[in-house]
């Protein structure tokens, strides 16, 4: 039992659960020719919503509130505001560094390196999955301290949203690599290890906070202004790129009710 209350192997079966999910989408490939543009815009509104409430209700009020009661003479708002500063810098690092494009247009980060559309398309998408598997990590690290508004319903609650909006995000890279001429077996390999990173750094995410505990407001706001940063630089303007901006906002507002109301009624 005591395997099973250890925050890191929580993180590690979030992760492992998330990427599960990535993986069932990534298998419609076998059962479908093309992404639905509609469909499509919809699902990446959806995520984009998950995300926002996620980064508000999951990461930056326990944040908050984990500040206020600790014993640092520093303001609360403070090691919230670099946190999330830094979280943002990091993904604008990555995006910066590692070579990629995404579905709708390549942002600019096609001219870095010449590599196959498909390979830079995959990781795109990783890149993505690396801010959900800390905010994992982080999530159920910081409800195990239990200092804050952090419990573990809410770290579950974020498990199962960040899984729900895995599921077409696994679909929308398969099903794009496959018409771009991979079969449909190497088509859905990609798709599933697109997400093999959550797991990943969401044990790292769990053990940095662990290790070192005054980090965690910090850690808390980092996870959140990556999924931020992922969210207004990927998400939302691939959903308003397509003929069905309308939909994509609606699914955006139902995602980010959806979120909410799993991580209050279940935190």
């Known amino acids: 039992m005591a395997l099973f209350s250890n925050p890191i192997f929580q993180a590690l079966v979030a992760g492992i659960f998330t990427w599960l999910c990535t993986l069932f989408g990534s298998a419609f490939v076998f059962l479908f ?11 990446q509104g959806f995520a984009a919503g998950v995300m926002i409430a996620a980064s508000f209700w999951s990461l930056l ?21 670099v946190g999330f500063v830094v979280g943002g810098l990091f993904l604008r690092l990555l995006d910066y ?11 600019g980060d096609s001219d870095n390196r010449k590599l196959p559309k498909t390979t830079m398309l995959f990781l795109a998408v990783t890149i993505h999955n690396i801010p959900e598997g800390l905010a994992l990590g982080v999530a159920f690290a910081a409800a195990s301290i ?5 419990t573990l319903t809410g770290a579950i609650a974020l498990a199962i949203g960040i899984g729900l909006q895995n599921i ?3 679909s929308a890279l398969s099903l794009p690599l ?10 859905f390999q990609m798709g599933q290890l697109s997400a093999i990173v959550e797991p990943v750094s969401a044990v790292i995410g769990a053990a940095a906070v662990l290790v070192v505990q005054e980090i965690l407001p910090y ?7 990556a999924m931020i940063f992922v969210v ?8 308003q790129s397509s003929n069905h901006t309308d939909d994509a906002t609606l699914a955006l507002i139902g995602g980010f009710v959806l979120m909410m109301i799993l991580d209050v009624a279940l935190g």
Do not use: C
């Open 61 to 81: 009020a326990p944040a908050l509130e984990y500040a206020e009661s600790s014993a640092s003479s520093l303001p609360a708002w403070l090691p919230v505001a």
């Open 97 to 107: 560094t590692v070579p990629h494009t995404h579905l709708s247009e390549d942002h």
């Open 219 to 225: 850690a808390l706001a980092f996870a959140a202004g």
């Open 168 to 170: 077409p995000e696994g």
């Open 232 to 239: 207004v630089e990927q998400l939302i303007p691939e959903s």
């Open 33 to 43: 020719k093309e992404v639905n543009d509609r469909f499509l815009a919809i699902m």
């Open 146 to 150: 239990g200092n804050g508004g952090a």
């Open 178 to 187: 496959y018409a771009d001429g991979r079969t449909k077996r190497k088509a």
